[in-house]
């Protein structure tokens, strides 16, 4: 007998060899009745199972994309966002869900760790803190059930959307944009009121919030209730619920303990609750608002991701607040107030531009330009029948700001000859310009605006004095007519060769103008008193212009707002305006309108 053979034999070997084979069948005793019992439940041969099986493959979830790369498959991308769940607020990028790809992940990139996006600090986002709620009001700042339900029906009939802690830090760290009008409710002191009243509305309105918890006075009656560990635990499973750490004790001022007592207070109540919760603790709310350097770096250090604060003096809206944690709050006496301003700051401008925000009036100076600029909205031109005052052009159109636009023949007082090709789908449609006057306007600003952008491009003479030569610049535009020169190009203020032979342009003039902001906003303005082009571009890029176009100035410059002229002198009649219309049913969300839009859209 072989070597290898005399191996096989050996008893040493034989008895492993069995044990193998033993396991071998019972597995295949197993396997099989198990495979045609599988068979049978879900109706299926044995075969046609075991070919089922065999070409089963685990599919790989999708990678996230980024921003880029989902501009380059869909147009726009507005504030369809949903912030994915159970994931690291802290991180270099966050994740994000869109209505357009529900299957694929989207990363916006974040702010350094703790700061606060720019595009974030644009937005009016207001976090409102109450404290008890119980039937018989004891001191000035008790809330009744009743105030409190009203509180929550001013907040529907107004359009607002109440938003997670969460979402608001995300929002604040990447600048996603929020819904249209957001607000951050916030309940202190973890009082008894808090579970049989409060929670129970949230429930019925479907209003998230957040329930700062003490933990010294937690299931103790001190002459006023407070919420138990098992209502906490109960409010806690909720994902409309946010627990927050309040400290052990709630000392009337932490800057004022040692530094060994405010680690207590700040370390040990969020232990505490994570022990008894079972979940993450994420959020600090500062006792009476009270904080300092120390203090903050203290919950930096323990792991919180943001912390909230309050001042009496200054209160303030969360993207005016200095870093993440110390997040500024309105008390509830504010509501009336605040609700008239929140903004959930601009959509996304990478995939276009947003063309959904509210339209604002706002006067600023920069580098000494005083200016009236009017922002928001959706972009439009009217070319009208003859020449009138900007009010009268956008009167019962809808509009609610308007500039005067292209430049304009002065033969006649009446002439609504436009200098150049002008469209527009509010008025005459298509207009060539003068063949002979064309060429003159080469290099000058040609306007192409669609319902979702908008773009600027030098004007050709040969090329775009026909519809079908303006369509291949921007196939779905609605709007287009020559400007007189650029004052912004990609952010960066144009120099005086730029303006080339351009007649006055240096003479310090009224200036009209319109432009898309770096959040992707239109605005529509005029400089408040006589300005030339190069320091005017100057000021609106220091304003937070990305494009902008100056329109016919001098006499001809006008600004209209809610129906009435805003310049402090009669501008000459004009036949054509750059108008700002508020965003239609389709392009908001209508959970995001008031009661009041809600009517005039469905009367529309």
């Known amino acids: 007998m072989s070597s290898k053979y005399k191996k096989f034999f050996n008893p040493k070997n034989f008895s492993k060899y069995i044990v193998l084979i033993a396991i071998a069948l019972l597995t295949s005793a197993c396997v099989i009745p198990l495979s045609i019992w599988i068979a049978k439940i879900n109706n299926v041969s044995p075969k046609d199972l075991s070919t089922k099986l065999t070409s089963f493959k685990i599919t790989e979830p999708k990678k996230p994309i980024t921003l880029n790369q989902f501009c380059q498959k869909y147009e726009s991308i507005g504030r369809d966002l949903q912030l994915v769940e159970n994931q690291s607020l802290v991180t270099e990028e966050i994740l994000y869900q869109t209505k357009q790809d529900k299957d694929t992940q989207l990363t916006l990139a974040a702010e350094t760790f703790p700061d606060i996006n720019a595009r974030a600090r644009e937005a009016k986002v207001p976090v409102v803190m109450y404290h008890d709620i119980l039937p018989k009001k004891e001191v000035f700042f008790d809330v009744t059930p009743e105030e409190l339900e009203a509180d929550f029906e001013l907040i529907k009939s107004q359009g607002l959307t109440p938003i997670s802690l969460d979402q608001l830090v995300a929002h604040l760290r990447t600048g996603s944009p929020l819904p249209a009008k957001p607000i951050l409710l916030t309940f202190d002191d973890g009082y008894g009121g808090h579970y049989e009243y409060v929670y129970p509305l949230l429930e019925k309105y479907g209003y998230p919030a957040v329930f700062s918890i003490y933990i010294k006075y937690i299931g103790i009656n001190t002459g006023r209730s407070h919420v138990s560990w098992e209502e906490i635990k109960t409010m806690s499973k909720n994902p409309l619920v946010t627990i927050a750490a309040h400290s052990m004790t709630h000392p009337p001022d932490l800057t004022k303990l040692s530094e060994e007592e405010i680690r207590k207070e700040i370390f040990e109540s969020k232990q505490k609750l994570e022990k008894e919760l079972g979940k993450k603790i994420n959020y600090f709310t500062y006792p009476a608002g009270k904080h300092n350097e120390t203090v903050k770096q203290l919950v930096q250090e323990a792991g919180y991701v943001a912390a909230l604060s309050m001042?009496?003096?200054?209160?303030?809206?969360?993207?005016?607040?200095?870093?993440?944690?110390?997040?500024?709050?309105?008390?509830?006496?504010?509501?009336?107030?605040?609700?008239?301003?929140?903004?959930?700051?601009?959509?996304?401008?990478?995939?276009?531009?947003?063309?959904?925000?509210?339209?604002?009036?706002?006067?600023?100076?920069?580098?000494?330009?005083?200016?009236?600029?009017?922002?928001?909205?959706?972009?439009?031109?009217?070319?009208?029948?003859?020449?009138?005052?900007?009010?009268?052009?956008?009167?019962?159109?809808?509009?609610?700001?308007?500039?005067?636009?292209?430049?304009?023949?002065?033969?006649?007082l009446t002439s609504n000859v436009m200098i150049g090709?002008?469209?527009?789908?509010?008025?005459?449609?298509?207009?060539?310009?003068?063949?002979?006057?064309?060429?003159?306007?080469?290099?000058?600003?040609?306007?192409?605006?669609?319902?979702?952008?908008?773009?600027?491009?030098?004007?050709?003479?040969?090329?775009?004095?026909?519809?079908?030569?303006?369509?291949?610049?921007?196939?779905?535009?609605?709007?287009?007519?020559?400007?007189?020169?650029?004052?912004?190009?990609?952010?960066?203020?144009?120099?005086?060769?730029?303006?080339?032979?351009?007649?006055?342009?240096?003479?310090?003039?009224?200036?009209?103008?319109?432009?898309?902001?770096?959040?992707?906003?239109?605005?529509?303005?005029?400089?408040?008193?006589?300005?030339?082009?190069?320091?005017?571009?100057?000021?609106?890029?220091?304003?937070?212009?990305?494009?902008?176009?100056?329109?016919?100035?001098?006499?001809?410059?006008?600004?209209?707002?809610?129906g009435s002229s805003i310049v402090g002198y009669t501008p000459r009649p004009v036949p054509h305006v750059v108008a700002l219309f508020p965003p239609s049913v389709n392009e908001v969300d209508v959970d995001t309108l008031s009661e009041e839009d809600k009517k005039e859209e469905k009367s529309n």
């Open 421 to 562: 090709p002008v469209l527009s789908k509010r008025g005459q449609g298509f207009i060539p310009g003068n063949k002979s006057e064309n060429p003159k306007l080469n290099r000058r600003p040609l306007v192409l605006i669609s319902d979702r952008s908008a773009k600027f491009i030098p004007f050709d003479a040969e090329k775009h004095n026909t519809l079908e030569g303006i369509k291949s610049e921007l196939t779905s535009v609605n709007d287009a007519f020559v400007g007189a020169a650029f004052l912004v190009k990609d952010g960066e203020p144009q120099d005086a060769e730029s303006f080339g032979d351009l007649y006055g342009f240096d003479a310090a003039r009224f200036r009209a103008f319109w432009g898309i902001s770096k959040s992707g906003v239109p605005v529509v303005g005029v400089s408040n008193k006589p300005v030339d082009s190069v320091r005017l571009g100057k000021a609106l890029a220091d304003a937070g212009l990305r494009d902008a176009v100056m329109l016919d100035s001098g006499a001809s410059t006008s600004l209209a707002y809610q």
């Open 311 to 412: 001042d009496d003096n200054q209160e303030i809206f969360a993207g005016e607040s200095p870093d993440l944690f110390a997040i500024g709050r309105f008390g509830q006496s504010s509501l009336q107030d605040v609700v008239k301003e929140a903004s959930g700051g601009s959509a996304l401008p990478q995939c276009g531009f947003d063309f959904t925000s509210s339209i604002r009036k706002e006067n600023r100076t920069e580098n000494n330009v005083p200016l009236i600029l009017i922002s928001g909205g959706k972009p439009e031109t009217i070319h009208a029948d003859s020449r009138y005052q900007v009010p009268e052009i956008i009167k019962d159109t809808g509009a609610i700001a308007a500039v005067d636009g292209g430049f304009f023949s002065l033969k006649t």
